[in-house]
């Protein structure tokens, strides 16, 4: 069976993928990097020992290195990703894949030239509640899907600099990637409103006025998804929630982040009623990990990976943090490479997905003026 070799960079919260690579069955060697080697080492002693490169240019000439997977600040993505496909390696890459649509455009490009695989790191698509839904969307149950949601609500405050004032759409995927992944299509035009006032050094450096950003994408099939996403100065409790209405079920996100799922069924209506009864169920989740080989089983169950304290997180039984999406993502990545074929997360769907935020912060920028998201 062919295995591939594997470099991990950026071991922030790069370092939950740590121990799901080491134990797949088909990643033959890892590799560690991070620019602070405190960080490698600290994560190569949680996983009971690992291979650290020296610098981000070793990995790209190393030879050995099949593919690369890039968990570094948001800044470098774009840049770091061109130049391990260029290198001749496969790149994942967490999210956003990059922060302009010319920076896409550089990644589509690099990614066909090489012939290698990208694929965007998005948890959203592997959660429990996404495969859920999924299956009410495939055996039926939705109906036609009506109307889409997504949420993201998170206080940045205190976070590395390059987060301080960032345009929130410019990170919505967590609350767009959902959306487009249900709607079977993709996001084509955007109205979007800024909203809020927050503090004068939060504005500087992107010249982002707005704490929170709110967006109406319209899709290629006519459906449409509203997201909402927060970063700075605004009380709510942290939440990346999928909401989805179908004109016989829905879908909608608990009020926090892990509480369970409402699932509200409209029957018909009794003659001579008006309207339709509902029932509404609050309803848990089941575990997704069939599709995973073993060994990743139990990555798909416990806490969030706290990169503070990773042997804490190794003894909490973490790395299956966003809700058991890490190993599947894995996973897919891995298998994508071996097979030869497409990652489920291309640059086409990572690409629309991303652009669909950056172009929702250009709309919020023209008081809500459409704009249309190209197509990669
Ligand atoms: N749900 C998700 O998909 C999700 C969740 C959290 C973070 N993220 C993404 O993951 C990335 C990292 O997030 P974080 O919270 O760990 O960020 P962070 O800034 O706290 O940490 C990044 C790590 O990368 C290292 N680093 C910086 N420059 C580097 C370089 N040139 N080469 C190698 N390593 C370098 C830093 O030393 C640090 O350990 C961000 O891009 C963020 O958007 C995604």
Not at 63 to 72: E, G, I, P, R
Not at 88 to 113: E, F, N, Q
Not at 300 to 328: C, F, I, M, W
Request: glycine content about 10%.
């Amino acid at each position: 069976m062919k295995k591939i070799n594997i470099a991990l960079v950026g071991l922030g919260f790069g370092g939950a993928f740590a121990p799901i690579y080491k134990e797949h069955p088909d990643v033959g060697k890892l590799i560690l990097y991070d620019a602070d080697p405190n960080v490698s080492k600290r994560t190569a002693e949680y996983i009971g020992g690992s291979d650290i490169a020296d610098s981000f240019e070793a990995i790209l000439d190393d030879k050995s290195v099949d593919a690369v997977h890039l968990v570094t600040p948001i800044p470098l993505h774009a840049d770091q990703t061109v130049a391990v496909l260029e290198s001749g390696k496969h790149c994942a890459c967490t999210v956003p894949m990059a922060t302009s649509l010319d920076d896409i455009r550089r990644i589509v490009k690099a990614r066909r030239m090489s012939g290698k695989n990208y694929m965007m790191m998005e948890t959203t698509l592997y959660t429990y509640q996404y495969f859920y839904v999924k299956n009410m969307l495939k055996e039926g149950k939705l109906g036609r899907i009506q109307f889409l949601r997504g949420t993201h609500y998170q206080d940045m405050a205190q976070w590395p600099d390059y987060w301080m004032g960032l345009p929130p759409m410019w990170y919505g995927t967590h609350a767009i990637a959902p959306m487009i992944g249900l709607s079977g299509s993709r996001i084509c035009r955007v109205n979007c409103f800024g909203s809020g006032t927050m503090a004068d050094r939060l504005v500087q450096r992107y010249g982002n006025p707005y704490p929170i950003e709110s967006a109406l994408f319209e899709f290629e099939n006519g459906l449409k998804g509203e997201a909402t996403r927060s970063l700075f100065e605004t009380a709510r409790m942290y939440q990346e929630g999928m909401f989805v209405y179908g004109s016989e079920m829905s879908f909608e996100w608990g009020f926090g982040d892990g509480d369970d799922p409402y699932i509200t069924k409209l029957y018909p209506p009794e003659p001579g009623a008006r309207g339709g009864r509902t029932e509404t169920k609050v309803t848990q989740m089941p575990n997704f990990y069939n599709d995973l080989p073993k060994e990743l089983w139990h990555f798909t169950v416990g806490g969030n990976y706290d990169p503070l304290n990773p042997q804490e997180s190794l003894k909490r039984g973490a790395g299956a943090g966003h809700h058991g999406s890490h190993a599947h993502l894995v996973h897919e990545f891995v298998r994508s490479c071996i097979e030869e074929r497409k990652p489920a997360i291309d640059e086409h769907l990572g690409g629309n997905i991303t652009a669909a935020g950056i172009c929702a912060h250009e709309s919020a920028m023209k008081n809500g003026e459409a704009v249309i998201v190209p197509k990669f």
